[in-house]
């Protein structure tokens, strides 16, 4: 995220971020895993930008809020399964935590320019895999789902599942830097031009 400390100001920018970031959840979190007409769940991805857009507590919890608003949803009235809602439903949150705090993190050692690229990449992948391991770990241990599930089998399904989650979470984040440094580039030509017509 190439991106200056400062650049959301007042109030009215982080409410913009915050519900297009909301918006975001809203159109894909109904599909966890995607289809051909529905793009896969952008939610890790969302909490790592949202801690580093807006890395407010009072966020983090609105969005956990509206995450399970739209799990509620889809179970009870879109006839999605119930099979992932167990105990271990529970440790969505210091997965999604593990998320946010990536984010906020990256902020803090943000400095502008491409060579912040490498943290960000790092950060990122470090933060997913934690999310995976804890999401898909306690699942595992705890949701009682799947007693008959050997550690090998386990294992061959970490590997199934691993690399399409942390694919998609980089896809959402790799779309949003493009579109961050868009706007970024807009905004320093439209600085440079207002400069030069008062200069």
Not at 22 to 27: C, E, P, R
Not at 74 to 89: E, K, R
Not at 121 to 133: C, E, N, R, V, Y
Request: glycine fraction near 6%; proline fraction near 5%.
């Amino acid at each position: 995220m190439f991106m200056e400390r400062n650049i959301i100001k007042n109030n009215s920018t982080l409410i913009i971020v915050t519900a297009i970031l909301a918006t975001l959840m809203l159109a894909t979190r109904y599909y966890h895993f995607g289809s051909a007409l529905h793009l896969p769940d952008a939610s890790l991805a969302i909490f790592f930008l949202a801690g580093f857009y807006v890395p407010r507590t009072r966020v983090f919890i609105g969005l956990l809020l509206l995450a399970g608003l739209i799990d509620y949803a889809a179970i009870s009235f879109g006839n999605v399964s119930d099979f992932c809602i167990s105990p271990a439903y529970w440790f969505l949150i210091p997965t999604y935590a593990f998320m946010w705090v990536g984010g906020k993190w990256y902020q803090k050692k943000y400095q502008p320019g491409f060579h912040a690229l490498l943290p960000l990449l790092a950060i990122l992948f470090a933060a997913t895999s934690a999310a995976f391991l804890l999401s898909n770990g306690s699942f595992y241990l705890l949701s009682g789902k799947i007693p008959d599930m050997s550690l090998n089998q386990y294992i061959e399904g970490v590997v199934k599942y691993y690399p399409p989650y942390v694919f998609s979470t980089f896809a959402y984040m790799g779309v949003a830097s493009l579109i961050h440094i868009s706007l970024m580039v807009t905004r320093d030509v439209n600085h440079d031009r207002n400069q030069s017509k008062t200069g």
